[in-house]
């Protein structure tokens, strides 16, 4: 593929780097992070915008950005029915006016300041930049261990399963040009317009059928290993999101056997 390099928007109307932050009650992280990303935008000479796309919250987070908006010009809320975080991320994905496009974790497990390494890569003509715990130069912190077991299990059967060219596919730090984004997450089939309400916190491998969807559209892809702290009040749950991220990674298999992803090449 020919290799593209972005160019940088400075007027007013037209963001350089839009950033979707997905939340489902975050009364508690979410005003600290928001704070960290929009002063972190203000410290660049580009336009900018953050998307905070609320997953039907029980608690005090709507109210709390609304109270936020009118101080800050480019921060925007979107308000979802509880579907989950691909949902989510989806909805502000494709909301985002940016040239390019982040999605990151409420908590900011991975510092904002990090995005730096994820568009030097879009610089030298990648179309999506995903960030990665793993991989020599990336740092974990405060990890339990049987998270980090966790993780490297499934991540072996999506590399047999799924897509067999990354190290870290579930990183919630990822970034994209604007109209590669676009493209990818229009496409989705297993968290697109059809998908449920739900009851409580449900984190989804929506990222591996985006990343699937990625290579058979012939985009380029580069994984770059990034700083990442384990949260305290992470909302992973052992039991019940190990088997709903099995359960994506085998409908990705199922759908291209059935020939549903079939349209998707380029």
Same mark, same amino acid.
């Given at each position: 593929?020919?290799?593209?390099?972005?160019?940088? %928007?400075?007027?007013?109307?037209?963001?350089?780097? &839009?950033?979707?932050?997905?939340?489902?009650?975050?009364?508690?992280?979410?005003? %600290?992070?928001?704070?960290?990303?929009?002063?972190?935008?203000?410290?660049?000479?580009?336009?900018?915008?953050?998307?905070?796309?609320?997953?039907? &919250?029980?608690?005090?987070?709507? *109210?709390?950005? @609304?109270?936020?908006?009118?101080?800050?010009?480019?921060?925007?809320?979107?308000?979802?029915?509880?579907?989950?975080?691909?949902?989510?991320?989806?909805?502000?994905?494709? %909301?985002?006016?940016? /040239?390019?496009?982040?999605?990151?974790?409420?908590?900011?497990?991975?510092?904002?300041? *990090?995005?730096?390494?994820?568009?030097?890569?879009?610089?030298?003509?990648?179309?999506? =930049?995903?960030?990665?715990?793993?991989?020599?130069?990336?740092?974990?912190?405060?990890?339990?261990?049987?998270?980090?077991?966790?993780?490297?299990? $499934? +991540?072996?059967?999506?590399?047999?399963?799924?897509?067999?060219? $990354?190290?870290?596919? /579930?990183?919630?730090?990822?970034?994209?040009?604007?109209?590669?984004?676009?493209?990818? $997450?229009?496409?989705?089939?297993?968290?697109?317009?059809? %998908?449920?309400?739900?009851?409580?916190?449900?984190?989804?491998?929506?990222? =591996?059928?985006?990343?699937?969807?990625?290579?058979?559209?012939?985009?380029? =892809?580069?994984?770059?290993?990034?700083?990442?702290?384990?949260?305290? @009040?992470?909302?992973? +749950?052992?039991?019940?999101?190990?088997?709903?991220?099995? @359960?994506?990674?085998?409908? =990705?298999?199922? +759908?291209?056997?059935?020939?549903?992803?079939?349209?998707?090449? @380029?």
């Amino acid at each position: 593929m020919h290799q593209r390099r972005m160019t940088i %928007a400075t007027s007013a109307q037209e963001a350089y780097l &839009s950033i979707v932050v997905p939340a489902y009650n975050e009364e508690r992280r979410l005003p %600290a992070s928001l704070a960290r990303i929009l002063c972190y935008l203000d410290e660049k000479p580009y336009e900018g915008e953050v998307i905070v796309v609320d997953d039907g &919250s029980e608690d005090r987070t709507v *109210e709390i950005i @609304r109270g936020l908006l009118p101080r800050h010009a480019n921060l925007r809320l979107m308000e979802n029915d509880h579907r989950g975080k691909g949902y989510a991320v989806r909805t502000g994905m494709l %909301a985002a006016q940016g /040239q390019v496009v982040l999605f990151c974790d409420a908590d900011l497990a991975v510092p904002i300041e *990090e995005t730096a390494r994820l568009l030097a890569r879009l610089e030298e003509g990648y179309d999506v =930049v995903i960030g990665s715990r793993e991989g020599l130069g990336a740092r974990r912190y405060g990890e339990p261990w049987y998270r980090h077991l966790m993780g490297r299990i $499934f +991540n072996f059967l999506v590399r047999i399963i799924a897509v067999g060219h $990354f190290q870290d596919t /579930q990183c919630g730090f990822k970034c994209f040009r604007g109209e590669v984004a676009r493209d990818l $997450f229009s496409r989705l089939r297993l968290y697109g317009d059809q %998908a449920p309400t739900i009851k409580g916190a449900a984190l989804t491998a929506f990222d =591996v059928e985006m990343l699937f969807l990625a290579l058979k559209r012939g985009y380029r =892809v580069a994984e770059v290993p990034v700083e990442w702290h384990y949260g305290l @009040r992470s909302k992973v +749950n052992p039991v019940t999101d190990s088997i709903r991220h099995f @359960r994506d990674v085998l409908a =990705v298999r199922i +759908n291209e056997w059935r020939g549903l992803y079939r349209e998707q090449e @380029r």
